[in-house]
């Protein structure tokens, strides 16, 4: 078993060192299943929330609380918006409205005229008004002239569970790349490995190329356990082809690979390079649309947020899964473009800075 | 190849530094033989470490000219590899790696080598090939970074301060493993502060101050230049001015006289005659004796008696510390 080649010799190791340290196995792979899980379930589709108010006690506020509390039993039975409501003193309503608990407060004057107090700039609060003044006119005899009817879309493929998964394979293909090939160099720097390894007759070429197919090896579990958990548990769609994610993920793996060379092609501590690859990740983290799309940031910022490697790994898997691109579609091009361009850049500038010893 | 195994001659190298450039290694010459165990020894800071790092082909020189087993590193540097075995200072192997698997790893960067639980056996850590590098002591880890050196199956080895923090115990282990590769007839070059390790290990010794070599020998031969076998340390009471060392220099036997900490020492040929001459001086001149021990010459004394400073910077701080403002260059 001892007779490696070298090129084996030093993949086998890389391996090795994963597998058998549990922490990394879990912020590699369990802390984004949680982090899916997580927004997955905050975010999924379920019955429309309901609006919420307070009622003033009063000696009126008998027959409208028997109103809104009859519309919420059968808008509920019918899986509709209703209305969450709470009859308290005056006092206290008022003191709910100051600190917010309630968005809206309802007083019934013994006249019959009815008060709405909310504060307008709060979005939940005009909206519950709305409804409760609609839900009290109808009741008092008010008859709409045209019927509407809502229909809700509640399809897989548009839901932000749906948008999200993409999200967070693209992103953590950006941090094995830049910490696994990255932190991993600067470590064997520090620890003089490097050093000790060009003192045998090894080819550093051979080096490097262990950690990159270890690189791209750890891709695949890396890719499989977010993409199942978005098909098997989050019921995702994946309309285009798999080999085509494969290969955006291979080819972005790369770029993401090359970058992490580039920031360990000379730096000396752990900080330092702490400190690059925060420096490099985060304008991704912010800009590259991770967690909402990066279209929504201002037209004067797009070719520099279309430049980053990120973007263009997150537009392909996303145009791929959702809106089943092919190989041929202009998103997957660009993006394959943009991609090869940063890997094949970042490795002919680090291979020439690499800093051996 | 033929006889040498190493031939540097006016080997430079020049670093930037803040206040100019600085010479790490300034005109050094050394030659090393075929089958010797050779010491380089010398303080922190003296070149030692650049000068083995140009010999592993880790660094290069400024100027000068480097023979590495007959080859040079410009124009053969991968036959030079594949025939040297390395330690250097501190390696971190990686944790997660089982002994044999590391062993293992380097062995399969040489064409030809030895058997990895063989090396293993080699540096008597046998019993540990499936533990993982994280659970040894320091002195079991450079002693794994000593099997790695010899997996193919060196010609020549470089050990940098092998035993540099090790407990006595583990330096003990390690020089045994160092006789070991003498007695097989290897090449050895071994950077030490430890005067102690270089007279029990090296066939040679060169001293190494300021990036030159300012004696090479025997450690038998350089500790007989001094003349004397023996030092009488002692030193003096009274609270007049402490007497200077040259005031001694005329007893029976002695070769030679300096400060030392509090006291002084003195080299001398014959102790049963220096020490009552000395007695019967300090009874003259009316100063009590504090303290009186006598030992043999060690390469430390050959060090202190070539450049007046300790090999050590802490035994040369402790001895500065106990005496302001004097200098002990002579």
């Keep these: 078993m001892s007779h490696y080649h070298p090129l084996l010799g030093l993949y086998v190791s890389r391996l090795r060192e994963f597998y058998r340290q549990p922490a990394r196995l879990f912020w590699v792979y369990g802390f984004p299943t949680v982090l899916a899980l997580g927004l997955g379930l905050?975010?999924?589709?379920?019955?429309?929330?309901?609006?919420?108010?307070?009622?003033?006690?009063?000696?009126?506020?008998?027959?409208?609380?028997?109103?809104?509390?009859?519309?919420?039993?059968?808008?509920?039975?019918?899986r509709k918006q209703g209305v969450q409501l709470r009859v308290v003193p005056e006092d206290e309503a008022m003191k709910r409205l100051r600190t917010g608990k309630t968005p809206l407060v309802v007083v019934k004057a013994t006249?019959?005229?009815?008060?709405?107090?909310?504060?307008?700039?709060?979005?939940?609060?005009t909206s519950a008004r709305a409804?409760?003044?609609?839900?009290?006119?109808?009741?008092?005899?008010?008859?709409?002239?045209?019927?509407?009817?809502?229909?809700?879309?509640?399809?897989?493929?548009?839901?932000?569970?749906?948008?999200?998964?993409?999200?967070?394979?693209?992103?953590?293909?950006?941090?094995?790349?830049?910490?696994?090939?990255?932190?991993?160099?600067?470590?064997?720097?520090?620890?003089?490995?490097?050093?000790?390894?060009?003192?045998?007759?090894?080819?550093?070429?051979?080096?490097?190329?262990?950690?990159?197919?270890?690189?791209?090896?750890?891709?695949?579990?890396?890719?499989?356990?977010?993409?199942s958990l978005g098909v098997f548990v989050f019921g995702m769609p994946i309309q285009g082809s798999l080999w085509l994610v494969a290969l955006v993920e291979v080819v972005g793996a790369l770029a993401f690979a090359g970058i992490g060379l580039l920031i360990a092609s000379r730096a000396q501590?752990?900080?330092?390079?702490?400190?690059?690859?925060?420096?490099?990740?985060?304008?991704?983290?912010?800009?590259?649309?991770?967690?909402?799309?990066?279209?929504?940031?201002?037209?004067?910022?797009?070719?520099?947020?279309?430049?980053?490697?990120?973007?263009?790994?997150?537009?392909?898997?996303?145009?791929?899964?959702?809106?089943?691109?092919?190989?041929?579609?202009?998103?997957?091009?660009?993006?394959?473009?943009?991609?090869?361009?940063?890997?094949?850049?970042?490795?002919?500038?680090?291979?020439?800075?690499?800093?051996?010893? | 190849m033929g006889e040498w195994a190493i031939r540097v001659a006016d080997l430079r190298k020049q670093y930037p530094g803040r206040d100019g450039p600085i010479d790490a290694v300034n005109g050094l010459d050394l030659e090393v033989r075929v089958g010797e165990c050779f010491g380089l020894l010398g303080p922190n800071g003296a070149g030692k470490t650049t000068t083995?790092?140009?010999?592993?082909?880790?660094?290069?020189?400024?100027?000068?000219?480097?023979?590495?087993?007959?080859?040079?590193?410009?124009?053969?540097?991968?036959?030079?590899?594949?025939r040297i075995g390395v330690t250097l200072q501190e390696t971190r192997f990686p944790e997660k790696s089982t002994l044999l698997e590391l062993v293992g790893l380097f062995r399969g960067f040489y064409r030809e080598g030895l058997e990895p639980e063989d090396v293993l056996g080699r540096v008597s850590l046998d019993g540990k090939a499936n533990s993982y590098v994280e659970q040894l002591s320091g002195g079991q880890q450079q002693r794994l970074a000593v099997a790695v050196a010899l997996v193919g199956d060196p010609e020549l080895l470089f050990l940098d301060e092998p035993t540099t923090g090790l407990d006595p115990q583990s330096r003990r282990q390690l020089w045994d493993v160092i006789l070991d590769l003498r007695n097989r007839g290897r090449t050895t070059v071994l950077t030490t502060h430890y005067m102690d390790e270089a007279e029990r290990l090296c066939d040679r010794v060169a001293i190494v101050d300021q990036g030159k070599v300012i004696a090479l020998g025997s450690p038998a031969d350089l500790i007989a230049r001094l003349g004397g076998e023996h030092v009488v340390e002692f030193a003096?009471?009274?609270?007049?001015?402490?007497?200077?060392?040259?005031?001694?220099?005329?007893?029976?036997t002695v070769l030679g006289t300096r400060a030392e900490g509090d006291g002084y020492a003195l080299t001398v040929g014959a102790p049963h005659r220096a020490i009552p001459a000395?007695?019967?001086?300090?009874?003259?001149?009316?100063?009590?004796?504090?303290?009186?021990?006598?030992?043999?010459?060690?390469?430390?004394?050959?060090?202190?008696?070539?450049?007046?400073?300790?090999?050590?910077?802490?035994?040369a701080d402790a001895a500065r510390a106990s005496k302001p403002g004097r200098r002990r260059r002579r």
């Excluded at chain 1, 009815?114 to 307008?120: E, G």
């Excluded at chain 2, 790092?53 to 590899?81: C, F, H, M, Y």
Aim: proline share 6%; net charge negative; with cysteine.
């Design chain 1, 111 to 125: 006249s019959g005229a009815i008060t709405f107090r909310y504060d307008a700039t709060r979005p939940e609060a």
């Design chain 2, 236 to 252: 003096v009471g009274g609270g007049e001015p402490p007497p200077d060392p040259s005031c001694f220099a005329e007893l029976s």
């Design chain 2, 52 to 82: 083995v790092e140009i010999l592993e082909g880790l660094n290069k020189p400024t100027s000068g000219d480097v023979e590495v087993l007959g080859r040079r590193w410009e124009s053969q540097a991968t036959e030079i590899r594949e």
């Design chain 1, 131 to 227: 409804a409760i003044d609609a839900i009290l006119q109808r009741e008092a005899g008010r008859v709409d002239p045209i019927r509407t009817e809502d229909t809700v879309v509640n399809e897989p493929g548009s839901r932000y569970i749906d948008f999200l998964i993409p999200g967070l394979i693209g992103q953590n293909t950006m941090g094995g790349g830049l910490w696994g090939v990255g932190f991993l160099l600067v470590n064997f720097r520090i620890g003089k490995l490097l050093k000790r390894f060009t003192a045998t007759p090894m080819p550093r070429r051979d080096f490097l190329l262990a950690i990159l197919l270890a690189r791209l090896t750890f891709l695949v579990p890396d890719v499989a356990v977010l993409l």
């Design chain 2, 278 to 315: 000395l007695l019967d001086y300090l009874e003259a001149a009316g100063r009590p004796l504090a303290r009186l021990t006598t030992r043999q010459v060690s390469l430390e004394d050959v060090f202190v008696a070539l450049t007046g400073r300790h090999l050590r910077e802490e035994e």
């Design chain 1, 42 to 78: 905050a975010f999924q589709s379920r019955v429309p929330e309901s609006v919420q108010a307070d009622l003033v006690r009063n000696a009126a506020s008998d027959p409208v609380e028997k109103v809104l509390r009859d519309y919420d039993a059968k808008a509920r039975a019918g």
């Design chain 1, 269 to 357: 501590t752990t900080e330092t390079v702490s400190g690059l690859m925060n420096l490099v990740m985060l304008p991704m983290w912010i800009f590259s649309g991770l967690f909402f799309s990066a279209e929504r940031f201002p037209e004067a910022a797009q070719p520099f947020i279309q430049a980053l490697p990120l973007t263009q790994l997150l537009n392909a898997l996303r145009a791929i899964m959702l809106e089943g691109a092919g190989p041929t579609s202009h998103v997957v091009l660009v993006a394959l473009g943009v991609l090869s361009a940063w890997a094949v850049g970042t490795f002919l500038v680090a291979l020439r800075i690499f800093r051996w010893q």
